[in-house]
Structure formats: structure tokens, C-alpha cells
């Protein structure tokens, strides 16, 4: 049988991994982008510029639960 095969790669994918390596156990990591989406819903907590390899500085917060 043939089988596909794909890698995806890019910003997206990259940005993903930094935020993943750059968090905590048990808590929700979010970038930036992602808290101007969700503010209005969440309770989050700025975890101020964390350097992130191959990105810079990124703004991260930790989602505390609902509003």
C-alpha cells in the first residue's frame, strides 16, 4: 500500500513549539495573539517576555480559568 507522508513546518509550527518548551507543567500557556482573543472570557496572568529560541521576546500568559 502507498502512504502519504507530510511534514508541516512554518511560523505556526514554530511558535507552537517555543510556547510548548516555554511553559509549565499543569498550567496553559498562550502567546500573545492568542490572549487578545480570549481576555474577555478567561482570567489569565502575564507572564511578561519570555526569550524563545529562534523567535526573540515573545508576550506569554498562564490561562487561570473562566470569568
Do not use: H, P
Not at 42 to 55: E, H, M, P, V
Amino acid at each position: 500500500m502507498k502512504k502519504f507522508q507530510y511534514d508541516i513546518w512554518g511560523d505556526t509550527v514554530n511558535t507552537a513549539s517555543r510556547m510548548e518548551s516555554s511553559g509549565e507543567a499543569g498550567k496553559v500557556n498562550i502567546s500573545e495573539t492568542t490572549y487578545a482573543l480570549v481576555s474577555n472570557q478567561f482570567n489569565c496572568t502575564s507572564r511578561g517576555k519570555i526569550a524563545a529560541k529562534g523567535k526573540g521576546e515573545m508576550e506569554m500568559y498562564f490561562v487561570e480559568g473562566r470569568m
